[in-house]
Protein backbone atom coordinates (compact mmCIF):
# COMPACT_ATOMS: atom_id res chain seq x y z
CA UNK A 1 0.00 0.00 0.00
CA UNK A 2 2.94 2.26 1.60
CA UNK A 3 4.47 2.09 -2.43
CA UNK A 4 1.01 1.98 -4.25
CA UNK A 5 0.06 5.74 -2.15
CA UNK A 6 3.53 6.94 -3.34
CA UNK A 7 2.92 6.32 -6.71
CA UNK A 8 -0.05 8.31 -7.03
CA UNK A 9 0.85 10.87 -5.18
CA UNK A 10 4.18 11.24 -6.74
CA UNK A 11 6.03 11.54 -3.25
CA UNK A 12 8.73 10.75 -2.48
CA UNK A 13 8.76 7.56 0.47
CA UNK A 14 10.15 9.44 3.74
CA UNK A 15 13.79 8.18 4.81
CA UNK A 16 13.98 6.32 7.97
CA UNK A 17 14.88 8.02 10.61
CA UNK A 18 18.48 6.35 12.09
CA UNK A 19 19.66 5.60 8.23
CA UNK A 20 22.33 8.13 7.34
CA UNK A 21 22.20 8.82 3.62
CA UNK A 22 25.06 7.07 1.78
CA UNK A 23 27.32 10.10 0.39
CA UNK A 24 28.05 9.85 -3.56
CA UNK A 25 31.48 8.37 -4.21
CA UNK A 26 32.16 7.08 -0.71
CA UNK A 27 32.32 3.57 -2.09
CA UNK A 28 35.05 4.79 -4.54
CA UNK A 29 36.83 6.36 -1.67
CA UNK A 30 36.55 3.55 -0.01
CA UNK A 31 38.47 1.32 -2.48
CA UNK A 32 40.83 3.63 -3.27
CA UNK A 33 42.08 3.60 0.69
CA UNK A 34 42.73 0.37 0.65
CA UNK A 35 44.22 -0.66 -2.81
CA UNK A 36 47.59 0.50 -1.73
CA UNK A 37 47.39 -2.01 0.75
CA UNK A 38 46.32 -4.74 -1.15
CA UNK A 39 48.70 -3.90 -3.96
CA UNK A 40 51.26 -4.42 -1.09
CA UNK A 41 49.47 -7.55 0.23
CA UNK A 42 49.16 -9.26 -2.99
CA UNK A 43 52.92 -8.49 -4.18
CA UNK A 44 55.01 -9.12 -0.63
CA UNK A 45 52.38 -11.47 1.06
CA UNK A 46 50.04 -13.52 -1.40
CA UNK A 47 52.26 -14.17 -4.59
CA UNK A 48 55.53 -14.91 -2.91
CA UNK A 49 53.64 -17.48 -0.91
CA UNK A 50 52.05 -18.74 -4.23
CA UNK A 51 55.38 -18.57 -5.43
CA UNK A 52 56.57 -20.56 -2.40
CA UNK A 53 53.89 -23.50 -2.97
CA UNK A 54 54.71 -23.85 -6.48
CA UNK A 55 58.70 -24.14 -5.77
CA UNK A 56 57.69 -26.94 -2.72
CA UNK A 57 56.04 -29.30 -5.25
CA UNK A 58 58.46 -29.16 -8.15
CA UNK A 59 62.22 -29.64 -8.33
CA UNK A 60 65.03 -27.30 -10.14
CA UNK A 61 63.88 -28.32 -13.22
CA UNK A 62 60.26 -27.18 -12.56
CA UNK A 63 59.14 -30.92 -12.64
CA UNK A 64 56.54 -31.72 -10.29
CA UNK A 65 57.48 -33.78 -7.54
CA UNK A 66 54.62 -33.79 -4.87
CA UNK A 67 55.49 -34.35 -1.29
CA UNK A 68 59.17 -35.17 -2.38
CA UNK A 69 61.06 -31.62 -1.02
CA UNK A 70 59.28 -32.10 2.11
CA UNK A 71 59.95 -35.29 2.92
CA UNK A 72 63.64 -34.10 2.00
CA UNK A 73 63.46 -31.54 4.76
CA UNK A 74 61.76 -33.59 7.35
CA UNK A 75 64.33 -36.60 6.61
CA UNK A 76 67.04 -33.69 7.36
CA UNK A 77 69.10 -34.24 10.82
CA UNK A 78 69.13 -30.45 11.30
CA UNK A 79 65.17 -30.32 10.20
CA UNK A 80 63.33 -31.69 14.16
CA UNK A 81 66.28 -30.03 16.55
CA UNK A 82 65.70 -26.64 14.38
CA UNK A 83 61.71 -27.32 14.97
CA UNK A 84 62.37 -28.02 18.50
CA UNK A 85 63.88 -25.22 19.57
CA UNK A 86 61.65 -22.48 18.21
CA UNK A 87 58.98 -24.66 19.79
CA UNK A 88 60.73 -24.34 23.62
CA UNK A 89 61.32 -20.28 22.36
CA UNK A 90 57.37 -20.09 21.42
CA UNK A 91 56.48 -21.62 24.35
CA UNK A 92 58.46 -19.25 26.54
CA UNK A 93 58.21 -16.21 24.63
CA UNK A 94 54.33 -16.34 24.66
CA UNK A 95 53.77 -17.35 28.07
CA UNK A 96 55.92 -14.41 29.16
CA UNK A 97 54.65 -11.88 26.89
CA UNK A 98 50.74 -12.21 27.45
CA UNK A 99 51.26 -12.56 31.30
CA UNK A 100 53.94 -9.63 31.89
CA UNK A 101 52.15 -7.55 28.82
CA UNK A 102 48.78 -7.98 30.52
CA UNK A 103 49.38 -7.07 34.26
CA UNK A 104 51.73 -3.64 33.01
CA UNK A 105 48.94 -2.56 31.19
CA UNK A 106 46.38 -3.22 34.19
CA UNK A 107 48.97 -2.12 36.51
CA UNK A 108 49.81 1.55 33.82
CA UNK A 109 45.30 1.67 33.72
CA UNK A 110 44.65 1.28 37.45
CA UNK A 111 47.20 1.92 39.72
CA UNK A 112 49.58 4.71 38.05
CA UNK A 113 49.07 8.74 37.16
CA UNK A 114 47.67 9.34 33.89
CA UNK A 115 50.72 11.97 33.73
CA UNK A 116 53.25 8.83 35.10
CA UNK A 117 51.81 6.40 33.09
CA UNK A 118 52.13 8.00 29.59
CA UNK A 119 55.93 8.61 30.66
CA UNK A 120 56.31 4.83 31.09
CA UNK A 121 54.18 3.72 28.17
CA UNK A 122 56.81 5.90 26.51
CA UNK A 123 60.01 4.25 27.67
CA UNK A 124 58.46 1.02 27.61
CA UNK A 125 57.93 1.73 23.56
CA UNK A 126 61.24 3.29 23.25
CA UNK A 127 63.20 -0.01 22.38
CA UNK A 128 60.55 -1.26 19.64
CA UNK A 129 61.99 1.74 17.68
CA UNK A 130 65.39 0.08 17.44
CA UNK A 131 66.09 -1.96 14.22
CA UNK A 132 66.06 -6.04 14.80
CA UNK A 133 69.91 -6.08 14.51
CA UNK A 134 70.81 -2.79 16.55
CA UNK A 135 68.88 -4.41 19.29
CA UNK A 136 71.07 -7.78 19.25
CA UNK A 137 74.31 -5.45 19.12
CA UNK A 138 72.89 -4.37 22.07
CA UNK A 139 72.43 -7.44 24.06
CA UNK A 140 75.53 -8.83 22.64
CA UNK A 141 77.39 -5.97 24.58
CA UNK A 142 75.03 -6.82 27.83
CA UNK A 143 75.81 -10.67 27.43
CA UNK A 144 79.50 -10.63 26.91
CA UNK A 145 80.46 -10.47 31.20
CA UNK A 146 84.33 -8.85 30.27
CA UNK A 147 82.66 -5.25 29.23
CA UNK A 148 79.00 -5.80 30.19
CA UNK A 149 77.98 -2.78 32.70
CA UNK A 150 75.86 -5.54 34.69
CA UNK A 151 78.99 -8.27 34.44
CA UNK A 152 78.52 -8.51 38.61
CA UNK A 153 74.95 -10.01 37.62
CA UNK A 154 76.00 -12.32 34.79
CA UNK A 155 78.71 -13.86 37.17
CA UNK A 156 76.91 -14.04 40.44
CA UNK A 157 74.66 -16.39 37.86
CA UNK A 158 77.83 -18.66 37.17
CA UNK A 159 78.50 -16.94 33.62
CA UNK A 160 82.68 -16.15 33.75
CA UNK A 161 82.74 -16.14 29.34
CA UNK A 162 80.81 -14.90 26.62
CA UNK A 163 80.73 -18.89 26.07
CA UNK A 164 79.45 -19.99 28.98
CA UNK A 165 76.30 -16.96 28.39
CA UNK A 166 76.18 -19.03 24.91
CA UNK A 167 75.49 -22.75 25.81
CA UNK A 168 72.75 -24.19 23.79
CA UNK A 169 70.38 -24.35 26.93
CA UNK A 170 70.18 -20.84 27.81
CA UNK A 171 70.21 -19.54 23.67
CA UNK A 172 65.70 -19.66 24.43
CA UNK A 173 66.01 -17.51 27.39
CA UNK A 174 68.44 -15.38 25.88
CA UNK A 175 66.42 -14.98 22.39
CA UNK A 176 63.26 -14.30 24.51
CA UNK A 177 64.86 -11.61 26.24
CA UNK A 178 65.48 -9.81 23.47
CA UNK A 179 61.92 -9.86 21.56
CA UNK A 180 60.43 -8.74 25.14
CA UNK A 181 62.63 -5.92 25.21
CA UNK A 182 61.89 -5.02 22.20
CA UNK A 183 58.73 -6.04 21.23
CA UNK A 184 56.66 -5.60 24.72
CA UNK A 185 56.67 -2.14 24.79
CA UNK A 186 54.08 -1.71 21.71
CA UNK A 187 51.64 -4.68 22.97
CA UNK A 188 51.71 -2.48 26.09
CA UNK A 189 50.63 0.38 24.50
CA UNK A 190 47.54 -1.81 22.91
CA UNK A 191 46.44 -3.48 26.00
CA UNK A 192 46.37 -0.40 27.67
CA UNK A 193 44.11 1.30 24.55
CA UNK A 194 42.08 -1.77 24.83
CA UNK A 195 41.71 -1.45 29.01
CA UNK A 196 40.87 2.22 28.35
CA UNK A 197 37.62 1.13 25.94
CA UNK A 198 36.10 -0.51 28.92
CA UNK A 199 33.28 1.63 30.19
CA UNK A 200 33.93 3.50 33.36
CA UNK A 201 30.19 2.45 34.40
CA UNK A 202 30.99 -0.83 34.37
CA UNK A 203 34.12 -0.49 36.59
CA UNK A 204 32.41 1.50 38.89
CA UNK A 205 29.72 -0.86 39.52
CA UNK A 206 31.95 -3.28 40.04
CA UNK A 207 33.55 -1.25 42.65
CA UNK A 208 29.94 -0.79 44.40
CA UNK A 209 29.86 -4.22 44.64
CA UNK A 210 33.09 -4.63 46.34
CA UNK A 211 35.03 -5.88 43.88
CA UNK A 212 39.19 -4.28 44.26
CA UNK A 213 41.51 -3.82 41.73
CA UNK A 214 42.80 -6.58 40.92
CA UNK A 215 39.36 -8.62 41.29
CA UNK A 216 37.77 -6.15 38.97
CA UNK A 217 41.19 -6.66 36.61
CA UNK A 218 40.53 -10.55 36.97
CA UNK A 219 36.94 -11.18 36.60
CA UNK A 220 36.04 -8.00 34.46
CA UNK A 221 38.98 -6.05 32.54
CA UNK A 222 41.03 -9.37 31.45
CA UNK A 223 37.92 -11.07 29.84
CA UNK A 224 36.56 -8.12 28.22
CA UNK A 225 39.95 -7.81 26.07
CA UNK A 226 40.36 -11.70 25.50
CA UNK A 227 40.09 -10.35 21.66
CA UNK A 228 42.93 -8.28 22.36
CA UNK A 229 45.14 -10.33 23.81
CA UNK A 230 44.33 -13.66 21.10
CA UNK A 231 44.89 -11.16 18.54
CA UNK A 232 48.48 -10.15 20.66
CA UNK A 233 48.95 -13.69 20.29
CA UNK A 234 48.54 -15.05 16.59
CA UNK A 235 51.09 -12.38 15.68
CA UNK A 236 53.73 -12.78 18.41
CA UNK A 237 53.55 -16.50 17.49
CA UNK A 238 53.70 -15.46 13.60
CA UNK A 239 56.98 -13.51 14.52
CA UNK A 240 58.24 -16.18 16.66
CA UNK A 241 58.20 -18.53 13.87
CA UNK A 242 60.30 -16.26 11.89
CA UNK A 243 62.95 -16.06 14.34
CA UNK A 244 66.61 -15.52 12.18
CA UNK A 245 68.36 -12.07 13.23
CA UNK A 246 69.18 -13.17 16.94
CA UNK A 247 70.99 -16.65 16.41
CA UNK A 248 72.33 -15.30 13.07
CA UNK A 249 73.84 -12.57 14.51
CA UNK A 250 74.85 -14.60 17.91
CA UNK A 251 76.37 -17.51 16.21
CA UNK A 252 78.30 -14.89 13.74
CA UNK A 253 79.58 -12.78 17.08
CA UNK A 254 80.72 -16.27 19.06
CA UNK A 255 82.13 -17.44 16.30
CA UNK A 256 80.62 -20.64 15.56
CA UNK A 257 79.36 -21.54 19.21
CA UNK A 258 75.41 -21.07 18.00
CA UNK A 259 74.70 -23.61 15.71
CA UNK A 260 73.95 -21.82 12.10
CA UNK A 261 70.97 -23.91 12.05
CA UNK A 262 69.34 -23.32 15.45
CA UNK A 263 65.81 -21.73 14.00
CA UNK A 264 64.04 -23.20 10.97
CA UNK A 265 64.59 -19.79 9.07
CA UNK A 266 68.47 -20.22 9.51
CA UNK A 267 68.05 -23.94 8.16
CA UNK A 268 65.90 -22.44 5.11
CA UNK A 269 68.39 -19.58 4.51
CA UNK A 270 70.82 -22.45 4.66
CA UNK A 271 69.42 -24.40 1.98
CA UNK A 272 68.80 -21.23 -0.34
CA UNK A 273 72.02 -19.20 0.12
CA UNK A 274 74.70 -22.01 0.87
CA UNK A 275 73.45 -25.23 -1.06
CA UNK A 276 71.31 -23.46 -3.79
CA UNK A 277 68.43 -25.67 -3.25
CA UNK A 278 65.27 -22.95 -3.34
CA UNK A 279 62.91 -25.99 -3.06
CA UNK A 280 63.72 -27.34 -0.20
CA UNK A 281 64.20 -23.90 1.30
CA UNK A 282 60.67 -23.16 0.49
CA UNK A 283 59.23 -26.32 1.91
CA UNK A 284 60.67 -25.55 5.21
CA UNK A 285 58.65 -21.88 4.44
CA UNK A 286 55.58 -24.07 3.79
CA UNK A 287 55.87 -25.78 7.01
CA UNK A 288 55.99 -22.65 9.02
CA UNK A 289 52.65 -21.15 7.11
CA UNK A 290 50.79 -24.40 8.45
CA UNK A 291 52.27 -24.04 11.95
CA UNK A 292 51.15 -20.42 12.07
CA UNK A 293 47.87 -21.17 10.13
CA UNK A 294 46.57 -23.63 12.89
CA UNK A 295 47.89 -21.93 15.11
CA UNK A 296 45.88 -18.81 14.01
CA UNK A 297 42.67 -20.55 13.37
CA UNK A 298 42.78 -22.28 16.90
CA UNK A 299 42.82 -19.09 18.57
CA UNK A 300 40.59 -17.35 15.94
CA UNK A 301 37.94 -20.17 16.41
CA UNK A 302 38.72 -20.35 20.60
CA UNK A 303 38.46 -16.67 21.03
CA UNK A 304 35.80 -15.56 18.79
CA UNK A 305 38.05 -12.92 17.69
CA UNK A 306 35.75 -11.81 14.11
CA UNK A 307 32.43 -12.58 16.77
CA UNK A 308 30.46 -9.23 16.07
CA UNK A 309 29.39 -8.31 19.31
CA UNK A 310 25.12 -7.95 19.90
CA UNK A 311 24.22 -4.43 20.17
Partial sequence: ???????????????????????????????????????LLLAFGVFPTLYALYLSVTNDR?????????????????FLPAFGNILVYLVMWLVTLI?????????????????MSAVLRFLFYLPGALAGVASVLVWLFMLDPSVSPVSWLLESLGFQSFGSVLAP????????????????????????????????????????????????????????????????????????????????????????????????????YLYAFQKGDFNGAAAISIFLLVLGLICAALLVTRSGLFKVDDE
Fill in 169 to 268: ENLPIIFVIIAFWTGAGGWIVVMYGALNNIPDEILEAARMDGAGPWKSAWHIQIPMITKWIAYMTILAFAAGTQLFVEPQLLQTASLGRVSPTWSPNQLA
Fill in 99 to 115: VLVVFAAVVLRTRVRPG
Fill in 62 to 78: GEFTGLGQFIKVVQDYR
Fill in 1 to 39: MTSTATQATGLKPARRRGTPRRRAGGGAVGYLFVSGYTI
